[in-house]
């Protein structure tokens, strides 16, 4: 093999092992802020418990919101030489989604917040963002029965 084509390959490598490392790194932190969403969205929860609302909130792995399960999920897009991460919240027809940009800024309605700052405090932004996201849910199942509308 000539040393042009090991260059190729070697360069093929170091492009490869780059995506697999911001492939890495952006999948953790996209569990990191599901996990912090499923808090926040569980806390909103179990204020609307405490007024005797139709929603379970017993644990994070079964939150319901009159019978219909909440989903909160990170979302990993990763086709090589790009990598997108994002947080998608669902309940019924409802949704919601918080971006992780390229710069580990956290978009969920409001100023971005670094993904940091996010771990050691929970910006209010933060927290209206799931309080919204339940109220969405809530009514969208109110209005419909928890029935999705077509398009």
């Keep these: 093999m000539t040393e042009a084509s090991k260059s190729i390959l070697v360069n093929t490598l170091k492009e490869w092992t780059k995506f697999t490392g911001e492939r890495d790194k952006f999948t953790a932190v996209a569990h990191d802020v599901a996990e912090i969403a499923k808090k926040c969205v569980f806390e909103s929860l179990a204020f609307l418990k405490t007024q005797n609302v139709d929603v379970e909130a017993d644990a994070i792995e079964t939150m319901k919101i009159m019978k219909a399960p909440v989903h909160v999920e990170a979302v990993i897009e990763a086709t090589f030489p790009n990598v997108k991460a994002s ?65």
Excluded: H, W
Excluded at 107 to 123: E, M, N, Q
């Design 87 to 151: 947080v998608m919240m669902k309940c019924s027809g409802a949704s919601r989604m918080i971006v992780i940009n390229p710069n580990l800024t956290v978009s969920a309605g409001g100023t971005p917040v670094t993904y940091d700052s996010l771990k050691k405090a929970i910006p209010q932004a933060f927290e209206a963002n799931a309080a919204d996201f339940v109220r969405d849910s809530f009514l969208y199942i109110a209005r419909t029965g928890g029935k999705e509308q077509p398009a």
